[in-house]
């Protein structure tokens, strides 16, 4: 058990469908990240967000969208996605932007 | 943009030998983390690591920050090590982490 959750763990979409990813860290952290784990790639950065603010958006298309509510709080919105942004979602915390990160169970997204 | 490298790719060994898996970075960083990830995806930090090296159980983490290398070394390995190894290191500039391709590590009975 780790203190981050993520749902929901499984999810299949459409590319027309419009869904959302959700992340919630239960360790008081003030930074949270969202990451990509493609079929035989390195895991790959998307977003970073320190106290709501976003710090990092590693070039990542428009149609995925985060939303950081509050520090406990991480969403990534999903539309008109395409096959090949099927892949796991990782959602991650951190006390402070390098510090070391404790990971969600993750989202398996497959894109249809 | 930092680049690291791990090795092996894949290691397959028998229980109880002693594993060593290689790190390299191109850049100056801020920390070095080591990650394991079993099947399903769920990731732990192993170790975070900025100089030195850390123990914890039969697992051992070096870092050399001047050769930009780490190792991390599991003795008397079990087939319940058997995962993936991730490196990744912050810093550099960035927040978040940069990965390298991981170890897929099998330990046979």
């Known amino acids: 058990e780790t203190g981050v959750t993520q749902t929901p763990r499984h999810l299949v979409m459409g590319m027309t469908n419009k869904k959302s990813l959700k992340c919630e860290q239960h360790?008081?952290?003030?930074?949270m990240y969202w990451y990509k784990q493609s079929a035989k790639k390195p895991l790959e950065l998307m977003f970073v967000?320190?106290?709501?603010?976003?710090?990092e958006n590693n070039s990542v298309p428009s149609r995925f969208s985060p939303e950081c509510p509050n520090s406990s709080h991480l969403f990534l919105h999903l539309h008109t996605l395409q096959p090949e942004d099927s892949a796991l979602y990782l959602c991650a915390s951190s006390q402070g932007p390098r510090n070391e990160q404790f990971f969600g169970p993750g989202t398996r997204l497959t894109v249809l | 943009k930092n680049e690291v490298e791990q090795s092996p790719q894949n290691l397959t060994a028998q229980e109880g030998e002693f594993i060593t898996i290689n790190c390299s970075y191109s850049v100056g960083i801020s920390a070095l983390h080591w990650l394991q990830q079993h099947p399903g995806g769920g990731i732990v930090s192993l170790f975070m690591?900025?100089?030195g090296k850390k123990k914890h159980g039969r697992l051992i983490a070096t870092i050399n920050i001047q050769e930009k290398h780490s190792s991390l070394h599991i003795t008397a390995s079990h087939p319940r090590d058997s995962a993936v190894y991730i490196c990744?290191?912050?810093?550099?500039?960035?927040?978040?982490?940069?990965f390298g391709k991981g170890t897929h590590l099998i330990i046979q009975p």
């Open positions: 967000y320190n106290f709501k603010e976003q710090t």
């Open positions: 360790l008081g952290h003030n930074a």
């Open positions: 690591l900025s100089s």
């Open positions: 990744a290191v912050s810093g550099g500039g960035a927040d978040g982490l940069t």
